[in-house]
């Protein structure tokens, strides 16, 4: 069992930047995938990007130039730097390890 924590959402406008937060407890050897989803109003969750523990990364076509995802193994963390957002970024962002665990949440509201 895997416990997700994430942190760092909150208000920001257009054009700003914000890094999110994800820290792994619990059974966290050999955590192989770990990544970034969100899901806004009325719509399905979908990938933001992922990351693997030898550093390869995968990204949506269209937010792979404003976000980046990076991770500490050593401390088993995840992070997204945001930057340049946009109000249609508006959602609640979820960490995922291993394809299976999921965190609650942090929401981002990005305003006009």
């Known amino acids: 069992q895997v416990h997700l924590v994430e942190s760092g959402g909150g208000l920001v406008q257009a054009g700003g930047s914000l890094r999110l937060s994800c820290a792994a407890s619990?059974?966290?050897?050999?955590?192989?995938?770990m990544g970034w989803y969100r899901q806004a109003p009325g719509k399905q969750r979908e990938l933001v990007a992922s990351?693997?523990?030898?550093?390869?990364?995968n990204y949506a076509d269209s937010l792979k130039d404003r976000f980046t995802i990076s991770r500490d193994n050593a401390k088993n963390m995840v992070y997204l730097q945001m930057n340049n957002l946009k109000p249609e970024d508006t959602a609640v962002y979820y960490c995922?390890?291993?394809?299976?665990?999921w965190g609650k949440g942090t929401l981002v509201t990005v305003s006009s």
């Open positions: 619990g059974s966290v050897f050999g955590i192989i995938t």
């Open positions: 995922r390890v291993s394809y299976r665990y």
């Open positions: 990351i693997t523990s030898d550093g390869s990364t």
